[in-house]
């Protein structure tokens, strides 16, 4: 694994907002960065990063159908009492998942270790899937980049057929997210499409523009009734909205599925470390308030159970000069775990963390995110990553 450097196109902006990426700065500071790139041995892929996303995958999966039995492991995951059976019976009707993206800190070296699975509504998606594939076009024709360089990334294809095998004959479905958030709808505008490809009639409804109809059913602007729809919008609110009350009545076959609220709670963490101690891709990991938690040492990570892009995580202990400052967003009411402190690797001085992406039950690509701190946060870039031959 090595960073390289890299001169951007000259006339990248361009190209990005050409196929729809117009999020390419965050708050005036440039989020795709193509001035580094990350580069792995096919080895690598192979036998670290791919390996490490379909077991965790599967103990996820393990974890989920015990969580949905147990009242006492809902309560730890601050899953709503009155939305349990709600939950529980969306996995036990097997309802199919999209995608999800679990993240690592990877250094090329020793084995991948899980920071957090986005299982619920990842982003960074788009630009994992699609510009840093085309960027990767480009550079081999240009060559900058030999002809025999790769990247770990068939994102693209595995959503379109996705969306085929979960709707193998089509029909209408409902796309639904912030419609104000620029990276978000530009999210769903690229779902939508890959919807399209896959023979599906997609529209667009905003979350907060989402009625109730008289027979408790959830329905557009126009009076379609939601039947099927992708949402961009996280279980955790959904859970706690004053709608909520008619999630189980209102029958819609949701992406992601209700069962993915467990996965996406950083509760899972410890609950996954407590049924598999010691396992080369976990970091040790406790429920804030739990005596075993001492195991952690003097310095360790803690973590809202819901938490976004690095808000309100806290590295607690170590040197002063060394702590991170917290960028508070409100997280932590709920509760919190705390985590083995495993800073992502150094390298020029920036620290990437690896995102490997699930879809349905297989890995299919990743995507860095590199941060100038030991905790990734909302303004982290985008850089992308070429294995070498």
């Known amino acids: 694994m090595r960073r390289l450097k890299l001169t951007p196109r000259p006339d990248w902006k361009a190209k990005a907002e050409a196929v729809g990426f117009v ?19 096919l080895k690598q892929v192979e036998e670290d990063l791919e390996p490490a996303a379909a077991e965790l995958h599967d ?8 969580v949905v039995a147990s009242e006492e492991l809902m309560t730890r995951l601050a899953i709503p009492a009155e939305h349990r059976d709600f939950v529980a019976a969306s996995w036990r009707a097997k309802q199919p998942s999209l995608y999800g993206r679990f993240d690592f800190g990877y250094d090329g070296v020793s084995k991948p270790k899980l920071y957090e699975y ?5 982003t960074s998606v788009f630009e994992a899937a699609t510009f840093q594939w085309l960027w990767l076009e480009e550079l081999i024709a240009s060559g900058t980049l030999p002809a025999n360089a790769d990247q770990f990334n068939s994102l693209f294809e595995a959503l379109r057929d996705r969306f085929k095998t979960l709707f193998p004959t089509g029909g209408f479905v409902h796309f639904a997210s912030d419609a104000e958030a620029v990276e978000d709808r ?22 907060d523009a989402i009625g109730v109809n008289a027979e408790g059913q959830f329905v557009d602007l126009e009076g379609f009734v939601l039947q099927a729809a992708f949402k961009l919008y996280p279980w955790e609110h959904m859970l706690r909205e004053p709608y909520a009350a008619h999630l189980k009545t209102a029958q819609v076959r949701w992406l992601e599925p209700a069962w993915k609220s467990i996965l996406s709670n950083k509760g899972a963490l410890p609950l996954l470390w407590e049924r598999h101690p010691g396992h080369p891709n976990l970091l040790e990991a406790y429920f804030e308030g739990d005596p075993a938690a001492a195991n952690l040492g003097a310095r360790y990570v803690r973590k809202p159970l819901f938490s976004r892009e690095g808000a309100n995580v806290e590295v607690v ?19 919190a775990i705390l985590q083995a402190y495993h800073p992502p690797p150094e390298f020029d001085g920036k620290r990437p963390v690896v995102g490997a992406w699930i879809v349905g039950a297989e890995p299919v690509g990743i995507g860095i995110r590199e941060d100038d701190s030991v905790v990734t946060k909302n303004l982290a870039r985008f850089v992308p990553h070429v294995i070498e031959g």
């Open 59 to 66: 103990l996820c999966l393990d974890l989920v159908d015990e």
């Open 186 to 207: 530009q999210t769903v505008r690229f779902l939508e499409d890959l919807a399209i490809q896959a023979g599906i009639e997609p529209k667009f409804v905003a979350m």
């Open 23 to 41: 999020y390419h700065h965050t708050e005036g500071q440039a989020y795709w960065d193509e001035s580094v790139a990350y580069a792995f041995t």
């Open 118 to 122: 986005n299982a619920d509504t990842p």
């Open 317 to 335: 202990g170590g040197p002063e000069h060394l702590r991170e400052p917290v960028l508070d967003q409100g997280y932590g009411a709920e509760g």
